[in-house]
Nanobody, 121 residues
Framework: HVQLVESGGGSVQSGGSLRLSCSYS?????MAWFRQAPGKERGGVAV???????SYADSVKGRFLVSKDNAKNSVWLLMNNLKSEDTAMYYC???????????????????WGQGTQVTVS
């Protein structure tokens, strides 16, 4: 059973930064970050795979940065210049079979973290 543990959420003022962390219990091919605001569908934020390819949602390009340490089974999401529209529950997801790197897609991911709240005011 794969476990994902997230941390790093919180409240921040507009323009501020936060870094989310996700650790997982076994090596994965794809790691992704998703977010879900109240009343909205869960959507992809960023995805990275074992080949080092990375993609971001248009809404976060230039502001968010995903990084990964395969040896530590950890992935991070650095969020800069946060805006109120970034307020959401953020989820880390993992998949060992592969994924579509051009965009993070919910149905492709088997393993999910519990979520961490990010609030931007």
């Amino acid at each position: 059973h794969v476990q994902l543990v997230e941390s790093g959420g919180g409240s921040v003022q507009s323009g501020g930064s936060l870094r989310l962390s996700c650790s997982y219990s076994s090596s994965m091919t794809c790691m992704a970050w998703f977010r879900q605001a109240p009343g909205k569908e869960r959507g992809g934020v960023a995805v990275t795979d074992s080949d080092g390819r990375v993609s971001y949602a248009d809404s976060v390009k230039g502001r968010f940065l995903v990084s990964k340490d395969n040896a530590k089974n950890s992935v991070w999401l650095l969020m800069n210049n946060l805006k109120s529209e970034d307020t959401a529950m953020y989820y880390c997801a993992a998949e060992e079979r592969g994924c579509t790197v051009v965009a993070a897609r919910v149905p492709e991911y088997t393993h999910w973290g519990q979520g961490t709240q990010v609030t931007v005011s």
